[in-house]
């Protein structure tokens, strides 16, 4: 079945900075690649995702990039703002199963 | 358009015992997967389900079932509680992975202790 990676496990940021998450994935299969922001008490939230057959995503100050040929992918966000503390989870969807299998998470902090 | 609904919101269970969770999907959305996530193990997919019928299944025992009905929504239950199964529950809804949907909505989950 399908491996996802995510590091760093935590990241602390100043505000204004940016944040990158890294996530690597095992399965050739997979071909569409979420992802999720959870803030406490919520439900995870998808905040932006991509397909196999796009390099890069932009949505405002999030944005998402995809190697295929490395199996990785990344999340960006730029201009942090203390809204954007939570936990943020990577995910890859694959066709030989059709699960949606999740990154450990990373716990960002944006310090004010 | 409203968002994934599930019921209920906390739960308090006693080792031994059973308990059902309900989740109904966004509107025209036709496959519910359900999620446990803990801190150890973080977010585990458990099944889904598409028009009444479960298409996937992950590596729990079979203590953990669900069902959907023909309106999509969907219950799961699990018997025999043990204090390991204490956890957040989530359901997302999507419209069909097999047409290229695959963009998951989660609810807010269920939180379930086990005592």
């Known amino acids: 079945g399908e491996n996802v990676e995510q590091h760093p496990s935590t990241l602390s940021v100043q505000e204004g900075d940016s944040a990158v998450i890294k996530c690597t994935y095992s399965?050739?299969?997979?071909?569409?690649f979420p992802w999720y922001k959870q803030e406490l008490g919520k439900g995870p939230q998808l905040i932006i995702d991509?397909?196999?057959?796009?390099g890069e995503k932009k949505d405002q100050r999030i944005a998402v990039t995809l190697n295929k040929t490395a199996k990785h992918f990344s999340l960006h966000i730029t201009e942090t703002q203390p809204e954007d503390s939570a936990v943020y989870f990577c995910a890859a969807f694959s066709v030989n199963d059709y699960k949606l299998s999740f990154g450990a998470g990373t716990t960002v902090t944006v310090r004010a | 358009k409203a968002g994934v609904t599930q019921t209920p919101r906390y739960l308090i269970k006693t080792r031994g015992q059973q308990v059902t969770l309900s989740c109904s999907p966004i509107s025209g959305h036709r496959s519910v997967s359900w999620y446990q996530q803990t801190p150890g193990q973080g977010l585990q997919f458990l099944f889904e389900y598409f028009s009444e019928t479960q298409r996937n299944k992950g590596n729990f025992p079979g203590r953990f079932s669900g069902r959907q009905f023909s309106n999509s929504r969907s219950e799961m239950n699990v018997s025999t509680l043990e204090l390991g199964d204490s956890a957040l529950y989530l359901c997302a809804s999507s419209q069909s992975a097999v047409t290229g949907a695959y963009e998951q909505y989660f609810g807010p989950g269920t939180r379930l202790t086990v005592t």
């Open positions: 991509i397909r196999s057959n796009v």
């Open positions: 399965d050739s299969a997979s071909n569409y």
